[in-house]
């Protein structure tokens, strides 16, 4: 360890020091574990991990649903300088498959849900563990718990904590690889916002292979705050365990808030929710609870936040720079523009990312200037608001329901189908996702197709979130002068829900 360096281990010791019988986690089975246990847990997970020859910098892929198992694997791994690749599970197989071959991890834990994928994908290369346990020999991750000492791995801030894989912009996903410094940075903000302390509650609902939930769980956790672990979000159980454990915290994605609102449930102990959601649903919610929801701007790259505030504080925009980043508004040369003028987003600050995993050349444009161009435009009003205006042409991009879809990985598939000569995906208004996914195809000559045809045929080949859920058929597509899909008389046109 370096003389100012503080890891993510050393939170894992710090709490263990101020609050050892307090509980750090529920399990999604009822089981409570204190600080002092969880720590005892780790340091025996990175003596075995050690004791089979892991080494600083290897890579532990998890593919699973939200279990307690992640805390001990993140501090075993802090502890050892390893990292940890949270595997998106509903990407597809083949996706799956990509990320590990670029990830090389040497072990692929899992759980019951995606057991079966996971023996596949690791074959006879990666070694596989179960957080649970399973039929037949598959070691559980307790199973490499050691009592013996482990050797301190020599660790600075600045070293890899986790690689988070983000959405395809040239068809193939990018490790966005966090360092300690990044995630004890954004821990800290997020706590100074929110007043966060010992007494909060987290429940981990939204996926922790997602930056967002990453972000909180960690960040109460570091306070010595409780989280509590559900698989998934599942409206009753949310409902439940917000009134027994006293939740105070929850990140939210459409659909998630409008169903957070019940005559049956006491929620009144939520202080804050964060994440994406509109006006109609936030107003009733904040009405009808003591919480304030906070709407965000941010990326897996700017460690989740990069500006945050109360979302009804003005409507329409996506807060104010946080506490730690600086944020720039740039034409193409990287000058800055004037107030309420457009440009790409810039940002700078200890919360900005290492870089993509094994992409020097990638990382020199996206650093260039001393910036982390996040490829996404929006302009500062006079209030210092930012105000999100899409992303760059060639970085399009369209969230349903919180996730990340690039048009151009959509378009993609649909043109392997044999019946589609054009296409373009846009992102059109959805009641339940507040973005949905449409694609605007014309067809080959002679060549008929169903949407819900083309739904599958895109649903067999990427993450089913990516599918479109609405499709239009139609005779051309406007062109530029170039003779290239003029993508923003499309939206103009086309860009109503149209076709289911």
């Known amino acids: 360890m370096s003389l100012r360096s503080f890891t ?40 075995g991990l050690a004791s089979k020859g892991f080494v600083k910098d ?24 390893l990292i940890v690749v949270p595997v998106n599970w509903r990407l597809s197989t083949e996706e799956i498959r990509y990320i590990l071959s670029d990830a090389d991890p040497k072990m692929l834990v899992t759980d019951a849900d995606q057991f079966e994928r996971a023996k596949e994908l690791a074959g006879s290369d990666i070694s596989l563990v179960r957080f649970d346990r399973a039929e037949g020999y598959v070691p559980q991750l307790s199973d490499l718990m050691d009592p013996e000492f482990f050797p301190p791995a020599p660790i600075t801030g600045d070293d890899p904590f986790c690689i988070i894989y983000t959405a395809a912009v040239e068809g193939k996903p990018r490790g966005a690889t966090l360092s300690h410094n990044n995630i004890a940075v954004g821990n800290t903000q997020i706590a100074a916002t929110f007043r966060m302390g010992s007494e909060d509650a987290y429940l981990n609902m939204l996926p ?4 967002t939930g990453l972000n909180l769980a960690l960040s109460i956790f570091h306070v010595g705050g409780k989280n509590v672990v559900v698989e998934k979000f599942d409206e009753k159980p949310t409902l439940r365990l917000t009134q027994t454990e006293r939740i105070t915290f929850l990140g939210s994605f459409p659909p998630i808030l409008s169903r957070l609102v019940s005559e049956i449930y006491d929620v ?19 009405e009808k609870t003591n919480a304030r929801f906070w709407i965000l701007y941010g990326q897996t790259e700017t460690t989740g936040l990069a500006t945050l505030s109360p979302a009804m504080e003005k409507p329409g925009t996506a807060g104010k720079q946080c506490l730690l980043a600086r944020i720039k508004i740039a034409d193409e040369t990287d000058n800055e523009v004037g107030v309420d003028e457009t440009g790409e987003i810039l940002v700078r600050g200890p919360l900005v990312f290492n870089g993509y995993w094994r992409q020097d050349e990638l990382n020199a444009r996206t650093f260039r200037n001393g910036w982390h161009h996040t490829g996404d435009m929006g302009r500062i009003d006079e ?26 990985e959509v378009e993609g598939v649909i043109l392997q189908h044999p019946s589609v000569a054009e296409v373009s995906v846009i992102g059109v208004p959805d009641p339940k996702f507040g973005e949905g996914i449409k694609a605007v195809c014309v067809l080959k000559p002679g ?10 045929f895109v649903a067999d080949r990427i993450a089913r979130y990516k599918k479109p859920g609405y499709v239009e058929f139609v005779d051309e597509l406007p062109k530029t002068a170039a003779g290239l899909i003029d993508r923003e008389k499309v939206k103009a046109v086309h860009g109503g829900a149209g076709i289911g």
Do not use: C, M, W
């Open 268 to 286: 009144s102990s939520l202080r804050h929710v964060l994440g994406l959601d509109g006006p109609d649903n936030i107003k009733p919610f904040e």
């Open 383 to 408: 209030e210092g608001y930012l105000v999100f205006a899409g992303r760059k042409p060639e970085k399009e991009l369209i969230k349903p329901g919180g996730e990340n879809v690039y048009p151009a």
């Open 58 to 81: 290897d890579r532990i892929a998890v593919l699973a649903l939200n279990h307690h198992g992640f805390f001990h694997l993140f501090g075993a791994a802090a502890a050892l300088g």
């Open 208 to 211: 922790l292979f997602h930056i």
């Open 447 to 456: 060549e008929s197709l169903t949407a819900d045809d083309l739904k599958s």
């Open 8 to 47: 993510v281990y050393d939170i894992f010791q710090r709490n263990a020091r101020i609050y050892p019988g307090k509980t750090a986690l529920v399990a999604a089975d009822g089981e409570r574990i204190t600080f002092k246990t969880l720590l005892e847990g780790v340091d025996r997970l990175a003596a």
